[in-house]
T-cell receptor, first 116, second 111 residues
Framework: DVKVTQSSRYLVKRTGEKVFLECVQD?????MFWYRQDPGLGLRLIYF???????EKGDIPEGYSVSREKKERFSLILESASTNQTSMYLC???FGQGVPSYNEQFFGPGTRLTVL | QQPVQSPQAVILREGEDAVINCSSS?????VHWYRQKHGEAPVFLMI?????EQKGHDKISASFNEKKQQSSLYLTASQLSYSGTYFC????????????FGAGTTVTVRA
């Protein structure tokens, strides 16, 4: 079974803190994604990566950065957390560099981040 | 641009049928369907590709009208396990990495 794990299920941080969300997948997938999920808005893509050290902006990258130093690990960084970044963050991975539209994404359980 | 899903929510009794629609203003290459149960990760259901190819669940059916940029997911003879939020996601090109998700349709199946 494909497994995507995220470092925390729940996280509480203060405004201005630097926040790291970690994601690890065990199926040697080329593609990894970070989404945020908010009620009524569905899942919105923050960043994605199709190879080690490669990253591309999604639809809502402002206030976030990412790092992919190893194939299995994709980190989301909030440089200075703000209250409007309180949300559920979902990591996903998929097989197939170059043809992501043909393959399903496997999601992690999510991290519910609260910024006070 | 996000696809539009309808309805936003539907309540069914076991055994009833429902249709969830997903519409886009752009020409689509593929449509993906996922289901998320409360407190869990989204789980893949099906991919529908331009040209008619499908991948996925053999107990859930869906259609893809390329000309209308629409897809429909059919929940037939619903079971309690069908409850959850269903999301469609769309790609506009075969080599696109950006999967745009709709806002979701919450399905509640009651005994």
């Amino acid at each position: 079974d494909v497994k995507v794990t995220q470092s925390s299920r729940y996280l509480v941080k203060r405004t201005g803190e630097k926040v790291f969300l970690e994601c690890v997948q065990d199926m040697d997938h080329e593609n990894m994604f970070w989404y945020r999920q908010d009620p009524g808005l569905g899942l919105r893509l923050i960043y994605f990566s199709y190879d080690v050290k490669m990253k591309e902006k999604g639809d809502i990258p402002e206030g976030y950065s990412v790092s992919r130093e190893k194939k299995e690990r994709f980190s989301l960084i909030l440089e200075s957390a703000s209250t409007n970044q309180t949300s559920m963050y979902l990591c996903a991975s998929s097989f197939g560099q170059g043809v992501p539209s043909y393959n399903e994404q496997f999601f992690g359980p999510g991290t519910r981040l609260t910024v006070l | 641009q996000q696809p539009v899903q309808s309805p936003q929510a539907v309540i069914l009794r076991e055994g009833e049928d429902a249709v969830i629609n997903c519409s886009s203003s752009k020409a689509l290459y593929s449509v993906h369907w996922y289901r998320q149960k409360h407190g869990e990760a989204p789980v893949f259901l099906m991919i529908l590709l331009k040209g008619g190819e499908q991948k996925g669940h053999d107990k859930i059916s869906a259609s893809f009208n390329e000309k209308k940029q629409q897809s429909s997911l059919y929940l037939t003879a619903s079971q309690l396990s069908y409850s959850g939020t269903y999301f469609c996601g769309t790609y506009v090109r075969f080599n696109d990495y950006k999967l745009s998700f709709g806002a979701g349709t919450t399905v509640t199946v009651r005994a």
